[in-house]
C-alpha cells in the first residue's frame, strides 16, 4: 500500500461569513464530485468574553478504482466565534464573526485494499507493478487529478469567503465546467 501526499492548502479569513452556508456548499462540493463526507470531530468550547471557539474535522475520500483511492483532510478551526444577526432584504439572517483557519491536507493512496500485502512474494509482485506498470498513470493521471480537486475545493472556500475572483486559474484543467 502506497501513498503521494500533497501540500497542505491553507485558509485563514477574519470577518463575517454565513457557515452554515459554507458547511453546505463543502458538502455540495463532495458530493458533486462522488466524494463521501465524514465529520470525524467536531469540538465547541465554552464562549468566553470574546466568543466561543470551534474545531472541526471532516474526512473527504472517494474510490477512484478498485486500486486508487483519493483521501482528503480538512480541519477548520474558528476562534472568538460569534452569532450575529442582520437584516438583509427584510429578512433577518445569521451570520457568524470571528478568525476562521481551514488546512486542507490530502492523499492518493494506491493498493489501499492491501492486495499485494498478502506475503513477501505478492509484495514483490505489488512493488513491479506499481513502479513499472502503474507509475506513469499514478504521478501523472490520478496524482494531477487529485491535486487539482484539492485546488477546486480550495478556491470553492475562498470564493465563499470572497478572498478572490470569480474565476480561478485551475478551473478548466480538468475540462469541467
Not at 501513498?3 to 463543502?26: C, N
Not at 471532516?58 to 482528503?72: Q, R
Not at 466565534?81 to 451570520?95: A, D, F, H, P, V
Not at 464573526?97 to 492518493?108: D, E, H, Y
Request: proline share 2%.
Amino acid at each position: 500500500m502506497g501513498k503521494e501526499p500533497i501540500s497542505p492548502l491553507y485558509i485563514r479569513y477574519t470577518g463575517l461569513v454565513d457557515f452554515d452556508a459554507l458547511y453546505a456548499a463543502v458538502i455540495d462540493w463532495c458530493k458533486n464530485y462522488g466524494y463521501t463526507w465524514h465529520e470525524t470531530t467536531y469540538k465547541h468550547k465554552i464562549p468566553s468574553p470574546k466568543g466561543a471557539e470551534q474545531r472541526l474535522f471532516w474526512k473527504i475520500e472517494k474510490e477512484v478504482t478498485d486500486y486508487i483511492k483519493h483521501e482528503f483532510k480538512m480541519e477548520a478551526r474558528v476562534w472568538d466565534l460569534n452569532e450575529i444577526i442582520i437584516e438583509k432584504g427584510g429578512k433577518k439572517k445569521s451570520l457568524s464573526s470571528g478568525k476562521f483557519q481551514i488546512i486542507i491536507t490530502g492523499n492518493l493512496r494506491w493498493d489501499w485494499q492491501d492486495r499485494w500485502g498478502k506475503n513477501k512474494f505478492t509484495q514483490k509482485l505489488g512493488k513491479i507493478y506499481d513502479s513499472v506498470i502503474m507509475k506513469k498513470d499514478i504521478s501523472s493521471l490520478y496524482w494531477d487529478t487529485m491535486y487539482y480537486r484539492v485546488w477546486n475545493l480550495h478556491a470553492l472556500i475562498k470564493k465563499f469567503f470572497d478572498m478572490q475572483a470569480k474565476w480561478h486559474t485551475y478551473k478548466t484543467y480538468l475540462r469541467e465546467n
